[in-house]
């Protein structure tokens, strides 16, 4: 349906929905704030819990492992209850999470606790189109442009304030404060499950699997390995970055750790225009292939200046860095543009995202065991920087204008 409010059947943005538009939001705002929480601060924690960078690496790693994981099994539990119930069943195990990682007394119970969290992120994501599908049906590139960028305002926001918390309250504290933001979450979608009774699930939006057939087909398309490895290779370098980026720059460039964690909070941020310019250019475009090699120029680019003159100019080498991961947005804007049918998007979705997500955990733990390995960050950057070469021959493929179904 169209998003232009004087078409046909359209309604203003707020009348009889203002709860679920904020529920929305708000669960929106969960989705990254226990990701980005932890690195700004391993080095307070690692003075509690005796950690290897390996530790560290296999904790970074849990994100992309659990949304592959639990955005497979999502569309399980929305065949049985309605996708309200779905949402706070997932927001309360995100809330478990968060306690479990707030009273964490050993290293293992703080991994056990993030992946409960990541496990009910995970679900989450999966969740929040069908949501707006179901309550702004003709509102739909506008509600999705809103919680695309609240998402991405709070995978800033954590970095910038994990440092003072952790100063001021310890550590515990400062990562368990987002359970509050959690709690809120809940709140819009318990008063509609109690005041509307939605329709099972089985009358109304679903969380959509790709049938049998068409999911058969993407394993044997190039245009759908290719795609697979750009998420891949967003999602492994954003990863590894969110892991360990704090640390990276307090050892190359003596970056103290309150402004480490506002570089992480820049990188994060680059996620914002990113989100928002990308998917408009794409859709404009005949060939995308200058954004996939934009994409990797920034990955290269940055690493590079973090291997040879981390401390000159830091904020910048971070920043192009960060802009790398516009394959992100890149990536689900082709989805559809690779596609001629609903079956087709919905198959090549879920091989993209779930191969991509799952290649992506080895970053963490790849950058972690390399740099137990040599004690430096060089070989680790330059292993990424290649990671981002294989984007271009990717792109190569997923640029051509062609479709899965072809």
Known sequence: MTDDPRAAGARPLWRGRAIALLGILLVAANLRTAVAALSPIFAEIRTEFAVSSIGVGLLGMLPPVCFAL???????????????????????????????????????????????????????????????????????GLVTSLYATVMSVSTLLPPLVAVPVA?????????????????????????????????HPDSDVEVETAQPAMAGRVWRSP?????????????????????????????????????????????AGMGIPAGL????????????????????????????????????ATWLWVALAGLGPLLFPLCLVLINMRTRTHAGSVALSGFTQGLGYTLGALGPLAVGVLHQLTASWTLALAVLTATALAAAVAGSIAARPHYLED
């Open 70 to 140: 639990f955005g497979l099994i999502a569309p399980r539990f929305t065949r049985r209850l309605s996708l309200e119930a779905v949402v706070v069943i997932a927001l309360a195990v995100m809330l478990a999470g968060h306690l479990v990682r707030a009273s964490a007394g050993s290293f293992a119970v703080l991994a056990i606790g993030s992946a409960v969290t990541f496990a009910g992120m995970g679900v989450g994501n999966v969740l929040l189109p069908p949501l707006v599908k179901r309550y702004f049906p003709d509102r739909i």
């Open 167 to 199: 100063d001021a309250a310890g550590w515990h504290v400062s990562v368990g404060m987002w359970a509050l933001v959690t709690v809120l979450a809940i709140l819009p979608w318990l008063r509609i499950l109690i005041s509307h009774r939605p329709a």
């Open 223 to 267: 245009l759908a390995w290719a795609m697979a490895v750009l998420f891949a290779v967003s999602s492994l370098n954003a990863y590894a970055m969110f892991a360990w980026l704090p640390q990276i720059l307090h050892d190359v460039a003596g970056v103290p750790p309150l402004d480490a964690g506002a570089l992480l909070s820049v990188y």
């Open 277 to 312: 310019l990308v998917p408009l250019l794409a859709s404009r475009m005949r060939n995308v292939a200058l954004l996939i090699y934009v994409a990797v120029a920034f990955f290269v680019v940055g690493y590079l200046g973090l291997i040879l003159v981390p401390a000159t």
